[in-house]
C-alpha cells in the first residue's frame, strides 16, 4: 500500500483508516465514494517535506488522538 492522490481511490480500494476505539491505524475497504466539486483548497506544508491538500474545513488528525479544522 502506497501513497496515491485521494481522487484516484475507487471503490473496492484498501486504505488506511483510523479505529478511534482502539486507537490505531487498519486496513480498511472502499465502500462509497463521493465526488463533491470544491474550489476552495488549502495546501499543508509539512516539516517532513510532504504537501497535504485538503478541503476548506476538513479535520485532520493529529497527534494525541485529537481533530483539528
Not at 50 to 69: D, P, S
Request: glycine share 10%; net charge negative; proline share 0%.
Amino acid at each position: 500500500m502506497g501513497q496515491i492522490r485521494c481522487a484516484d481511490i475507487g471503490i473496492g480500494d484498501s486504505v488506511m483508516s483510523y479505529d478511534e476505539t482502539s486507537s490505531s491505524l487498519l486496513e480498511s475497504e472502499v465502500l462509497n465514494v463521493i465526488k463533491n466539486l470544491i474550489s476552495r483548497y488549502i495546501i499543508l506544508h509539512l516539516k517532513n517535506g510532504i504537501n497535504i491538500e485538503v478541503t476548506y474545513g476538513h479535520y485532520i488528525l493529529v497527534k494525541g488522538g485529537k481533530y483539528v479544522q
